[in-house]
């Protein structure tokens, strides 16, 4: 990892095995980071991020106007959202392991006598990727049907900064653990977008075209999901 700055910017350099430069403004400060090509001259990464000068200002400014929601604590009172709607949290001690259980309005978790507050979390975590695993499943089936593509394989993991990833080569997809919390439009939002990317690699007008064909309200959803995080 490299630091270098271009203009008024910081920039993390991280060189990988790829072909072409990526570039993100990270939430939730707006740090920049560049993944650039082992052997890529320096000065044509400064270039680069110059001649993004005028994106990276819009994106930070939407980062800094967005308002961000306390980090959980994992006691009784907060609001959890699974699936778009929020639940109160009641934790309830006392039992010899941890069980979860969800009413109309409420989030109960049993908690075992000797369990710590970062363990709370990662129950909540399983359920996620429970409930999660249990809508992609059907999403992929049907969406994979309709677009005549097949992923050879597809699972759930904690992303911080992606809501979906796609292999290409290897045909492999990979979701954010944070769909859990969205209404199932934008769950089935991203999982069309990253199928999509079966038939169309890039980010190309084609791939926007299939989204616009089968997602009509794609571009809407996408905005929403990102001014959620």
């Not at 980090?71 to 309830?92: A, H, M, T, W």
């Not at 309709?146 to 809501?163: E, I």
């Not at 038939?199 to 089968?214: D, G, M, Q």
Request: aromatic share 8%; with cysteine; glycine share 4%.
């Amino acid at each position: 990892m490299t630091l270098i700055t271009v203009g008024e910017f910081e920039i993390e350099v991280i060189r990988k095995k790829i072909k072409n430069l990526h570039l993100y403004v990270l939430h939730p400060m707006g740090d920049l980071k560049v993944t650039a090509p082992l052997k890529m001259d320096i000065e044509v990464i400064k270039q680069f991020v110059l001649s993004k000068t005028e994106w990276i200002r819009k994106q930070k400014l939407k980062i800094s106007s967005t308002v961000y929601k306390k980090p959980l604590e994992f006691v009784s009172g907060e609001k959890i959202s699974i699936l778009g709607k929020d639940y109160i949290l009641k934790i309830i001690p006392g039992l010899s392991k941890n069980k979860i259980e969800l009413s109309n309005e409420e989030l109960f978790i049993f908690q075992s006598k000797s369990d710590k507050t970062d363990r709370i979390a990662q129950t909540i975590k399983d359920f996620y990727r429970t409930v999660l695993k249990d809508i992609v499943s059907a999403l992929i089936e049907k969406w994979e049907s309709s677009l005549g593509v097949k992923a050879t394989f597809w699972n759930v993991k904690d992303m911080k900064t992606r809501w979906g990833t796609c292999n290409v080569q290897q045909k492999r997809i990979w979701l954010s653990l944070k769909l859990a919390t969205k209404d199932l439009r934008h769950i089935e939002y991203v999982v069309v977008h990253e199928l999509a990317h079966l038939i169309e690699r890039n980010h190309s007008k084609k791939f926007y075209a299939i989204l616009s064909n089968h997602i009509p309200d794609w571009k809407l959803l996408r905005r929403e999901l990102n001014e959620s995080r």
